[in-house]
């Protein structure tokens, strides 16, 4: 069982016995919620993406993730060497600029190991590791990994998707995914799991999903939750991206309240508020 109390991010420890907020900042001329708003000249756009993760650390969040491919639906590979200058020059300011977990959203091996050394805390992967040589350059680095399910890949996994059981499919593969990682040398209690919202699924998929949290809960590992601003609000309430902030919020309160840990948003202070209001009700003091 992980020390929920003290989880280790490298250098970096949180209580993972409470709810944490994790900053998205998208370094990719194609993110399907910004437009590449940090995607302009290569030195403004790390210049602007310290300044967001700054701000969204002063608004309460513990992680930031930077990410420089962009994983949307439909969405084209990026070749290793634009990922590698897209995202390695913003963790390298972060680590002297920033005081929060630093995670890195990539399957790349190769950046895996890079970013591991210019003090990244977390390796955060949508393919759950399954390209070749990531999972081996993830153990090297000692970090902790988050493994999501995904159904398909980026360019296809809106196509149809199809499970028998939604539930039982993706607590089965990342189960799998997480045996596979001690196998191979990372510890079980530097996992974390996500069940991967909007990665190759319906709008029935992820409600189901996140209404039977706590069956993935039941691995004992902690658990992700990434709906901030997803199609799946859009389908409920008929929002578009930039009006989805009150449907993201209310499934960041089921969250809390079905046992999930981390919450990857891009609204930081809106969900920081969330998080704390429903903690209490739960304890039903402040804390």
Request: with cysteine.
């Amino acid at each position: 069982m992980s020390n929920l109390s003290a989880f280790s991010f490298g250098q970096r420890t949180l209580d993972l016995t409470r709810p944490q907020v994790m900053g998205i900042v998208n370094v990719t001329p194609d993110s399907f919620s910004d437009g590449g708003t940090l995607f302009e000249l290569r030195q403004l756009c790390v210049d602007m993406a310290i300044e967001r993760a700054q701000q969204m650390v002063a608004d309460g969040a513990t992680i930031v993730d930077v990410g420089g491919e962009s994983t949307r639906p439909g969405a084209a590979p990026v070749s290793l060497q634009e990922e590698m200058d897209r995202v390695l020059p913003v963790v390298e300011r972060l680590n002297k600029e920033v005081d929060a977990v630093i995670s890195v959203d990539t399957s790349s091996p190769e950046l895996i190991t890079a970013v591991a050394e210019l003090g990244a805390g977390l390796i955060n992967d949508v393919r759950a590791l399954g390209r070749e040589g990531a999972l081996q350059a993830a153990a090297a680095t000692g970090l902790p990994v988050c493994l999501m399910h995904m159904q398909g890949s980026p360019a296809t996994m809106q196509d149809a998707p199809s499970y028998d059981d939604v539930v039982e499919e993706v607590v089965s593969f990342l189960s799998y995914r997480a045996e596979q990682c001690v196998a191979a040398g990372i510890a079980k209690d530097q996992i974390i799991l996500d069940p991967g919202f909007g990665f190759g699924k319906t709008l029935e998929h992820n409600l189901r999903l996140l209404n039977n949290l706590d069956q993935l809960q039941a691995l004992g590992l902690p658990v992700l939750l990434g709906t901030s601003r997803k199609s799946m609000i859009e389908h409920v309430l008929g929002r578009p991206v930039d009006e989805r902030l009150a449907g993201g919020l209310a499934t960041v309160a089921v969250g809390v309240m079905k046992g999930a840990c981390l919450f990857r948003v891009h609204d930081v202070k809106e969900t920081v508020d969330v998080v704390r209001m429903t903690e209490a009700v739960l304890n039903e003091c402040k804390v």
